[in-house]
T-cell receptor, first 113, second 115 residues
Framework: QQQVKQSPQSLIVQKGGISIINCAYE??????FPWYQQFPGKGPALLIA?????SEKKEGRFTISFNKSAKQFSLHIMDSQPGDSATYFC????????????FGGGTRLMVKP | NAGVMQNPRHLVRRRGQEARLRCSPM?????VYWYRQLPEEGLKFMVY????????ESGMPKERFSAEFPKEGPSILRIQQVVRGDSAAYFC?????????????FGQGTRLTVV
């Protein structure tokens, strides 16, 4: 099963709050889980990524939590800012398959001032 | 170092016409991937190419769609006899090699509108 399911579809957070986006997958062959940020009219840009041998990865205000047994991973944006307002996509990749990514459906985040 | 360049940025075609989308990968990148994004949806993988070779086209519709990445020049995604359902944003990504530790960089996309 190649699907990656992402929730919620949209999210409104107050400035300074925590934004949490969740993803779940079925295929245990996935071995790389990136998150992409996309602004309107732009292409996706890699935000942060994790491999399944690590349970958490933090880069600045962005943290990925990974639960291998549950086949779930999530993105936490701490101290959310209006400039974080964008669409966020989780994705997954299979080892040996180059960079062919399976994307979640996306979460449209709005951070209110 | 210029990023992945896609052109045109916007393309309008009438039903039945052909659409040609071009992608120039980042300098030094020999692997190209095409994705399609329908409105309000995530990106869906279409095809993976290296220079002069199609590596994986499992996401390509069986008819009307083709892709190439010649030895010289950009990668081309070609859609023949376009229909309204082909309206979408088409993104190209490139990477330097097939490796677990490499990232694919995306272009800004071509937004195809079929009228």
């Amino acid at each position: 099963q190649q699907q990656v399911k992402q929730s919620p579809q949209s999210l409104i957070v107050q400035k300074g709050g925590i934004s949490i986006i969740n993803c779940a997958y079925e295929n245990t062959a996935f071995d790389y889980f990136p998150w992409y940020q996309q602004f309107p009219g732009k292409g996706p840009a890699l935000l942060i990524a994790i491999r399944p041998d690590v349970s958490e990865k933090k880069e600045g205000r962005f943290t990925i939590s990974f639960n291998k047994s549950a086949k779930q991973f999530s993105l936490h944006i701490m101290d959310s800012q209006p400039g974080d307002s964008a669409t966020y996509f989780c994705a997954a990749r299979i080892s040996g398959a180059g960079n062919m990514l399976t994307f979640g459906g996306g979460t449209r985040l709005m951070v209110k001032p | 170092n210029a990023g992945v360049m896609q052109n045109p940025r916007h393309l309008v075609r009438r039903r039945g016409q052909e659409a040609r989308l071009r992608c120039s990968p980042m300098k030094g990148h020999s692997h190209v991937y095409w994705y399609r994004q329908l409105p309000e949806e995530g990106l869906k993988f279409m095809v993976y190419l290296q220079k002069e070779n199609i590596i994986d086209e499992s996401g390509m519709p069986k008819e009307r769609f083709s892709a190439e990445f010649p030895k010289e020049g950009p990668s081309i995604l070609r859609i023949q006899q376009v229909v309204r359902g082909d309206s979408a944003a088409y993104f190209c990504a490139s990477s330097p090699r097939q490796n677990l530790n490499t990232e694919a960089f995306f272009g800004q996309g071509t937004r195809l509108t079929v009228v």
